[in-house]
């Protein structure tokens, strides 16, 4: 960081607003083809999962957002 940090943006930490599983559900049914991620999963593929699956990665992707750290493994 010390060689490029001169580079890294130094404004005001974005804060985002928690999502639900009902937002995740609508945002994956309504994704578009696109290219799959580093799991081979498509944005698209994720329209048919339960609404507890889409509360359980909503959960998981607020606590990400929260803490700034991933599970290991991901």
């Known amino acids: ?8 943006h130094k404004g005001e ?3 985002v607003k928690e ?3 009902d937002m995740l559900a ?3 049914k309504n994704a578009g083809r696109s ?3 580093p799991d081979g999963m498509e944005p698209a593929g994720m329209a048919f999962m339960s609404s507890q699956m889409y509360d359980s990665v909503a959960e998981l992707l607020n606590k990400i957002e929260e803490t ?7």
């Open 1 to 8: 960081m010390a060689k490029h940090g001169h580079h890294a």
């Open 68 to 74: 700034g750290i991933w599970p290991e493994g991901m």
């Open 19 to 21: 999502i639900n599983g």
């Open 13 to 15: 930490e974005v804060k």
């Open 35 to 37: 290219a799959p991620g």
């Open 26 to 28: 609508e945002a994956c």
